[in-house]
């Protein structure tokens, strides 16, 4: 069974040792989550048959991105040395904070939490992939923290492409209806989807339909596994 994100500190935390293990788990986890960033490059897939459009939005996806890790790579830096010089328990607190955040975007665990459910009907014509990239776009302008399609966790290396029968999701094909599952504020998202001109709006234009459903409670199961970094390594104390 999946264990869920807990926001929690263990007990064992408290201790210099504990505080030491804190360190080494958090540089570890930051060099994972800077490895699936820089892994969406990798995909020649997505660039060699992405439309002109795509490109412009896969294009500022990435700038955007690349400003979150900028400012990310700041606030670690500064919990490390919080944690280094000897923390309190507010310092402790934000090193918990900051590793749980790292497994919101890595997709690593199952997470619950308020959100919304879009279920998403139509062909070809109405639903391809520019639509539901367009659609992931939008949902991460308006917060969402943690995005699941058809079972399938949405992190910064996914990638969809256009297939014979409908979509695939890193290559996997996945069918119409689509259920989109997003956290976040659910009213702050719904809107967010349904602005003229935006992602609801194209759809039904198109001949498909799009259902919008809040919820104090969204449970997202799917994760993607941890991977051995590349580009970083857990530093240990001599």
């Not at 293990?21 to 994972?32: D, E, K, M, P, Q």
């Not at 412009?56 to 040395?81: F, G, H, P, S």
């Not at 280094?84 to 790292?102: C, M, P, V, Y």
């Not at 279920?119 to 776009?137: K, W």
Request: aromatic share 4%; proline share 5%; hydrophobic share 40%.
């Amino acid at each position: 069974m999946k264990k869920k994100l807990s926001l929690k500190t263990p007990e064992k935390l408290k201790t210099p040792q504990g505080r030491r293990y804190l360190t080494v788990i958090l540089t570890f986890l930051l060099g994972i989550f800077i490895t699936i960033a820089i892994k969406q490059n990798d995909q020649p897939e997505l660039l060699t048959s992405a439309r002109e459009g795509e490109l412009v939005l896969i294009l500022d996806d990435l700038t955007k991105q690349k400003d979150l890790l900028e400012d990310e790579l700041i606030k670690q830096n500064q919990v490390l040395e919080s944690l280094k010089n000897g923390s309190n328990e507010d310092a402790r607190k934000a090193a918990q904070d900051r590793i749980d955040q790292l497994i919101l975007l890595s997709g690593t665990a199952p997470v619950t939490g308020r959100g919304i459910q879009v279920l998403v009907t139509g062909d070809l014509y109405s639903v391809n992939s520019f639509t539901i990239l367009d659609t992931v776009q939008e949902l991460r302008d308006a917060g969402a923290v943690a995005i699941e399609i058809n079972g399938v966790r949405v992190i910064n290396s996914t990638f969809f492409n256009d297939t014979s029968s409908g979509i695939s999701i890193n290559l996997s094909p996945i069918r119409s209806p689509y259920k989109i599952l997003a956290l976040g504020d659910p009213e702050t998202l719904s809107t967010a989807l349904k602005i003229p001109g935006g992602m609801s709006e194209s759809i039904t234009t198109s001949g498909g339909q799009v259902v919008i459903n809040e919820y104090q409670s969204v449970e997202i199961q799917a994760s993607v596994p941890l991977t051995t970094p590349q580009y970083a390594v857990p530093v240990t104390e001599k």
